[in-house]
């Protein structure tokens, strides 16, 4: 791994990369790729201002995603708790 770079930058370029690893994964249970083949696939490194730049703006983008999923995992195990709830009778919803 390159000093430097986030976890950030490096999940971005293996996405974008990803349909040329699995051409060059091999194996027959699970599919892996080898360094040397991994070393194939070229990769650009920014200057470190405009990798900064980009560091910045998708930090707060990977914060949002995360809310969003912590968000919906609260909201599935409330539907979770109060769909049966609302099936059995238990609950109901007064419609005027």
Do not use: H
Request: with cysteine; glycine share 4%; hydrophobic share 40%.
């Amino acid at each position: 791994m390159y000093k430097g770079l986030s976890s950030e930058y490096i999940y971005c370029w293996l996405k974008e990369n990803m349909d040329n690893i699995k051409i060059r994964a091999s194996g027959s249970t699970f599919k892996e790729i080898s360094g040397s083949e991994m070393k194939k696939i070229p990769a650009i490194i920014p200057e470190k201002n405009i990798l900064a730049k980009f560091e910045n703006t998708i930090k707060s983008i990977f914060i949002n995603i995360e809310a969003r999923e912590l968000e919906n995992q609260v909201l599935s195990t409330l539907r979770d708790v109060i769909v049966p709830k609302l099936m059995s009778g238990e609950i109901r919803v007064p419609f005027d």
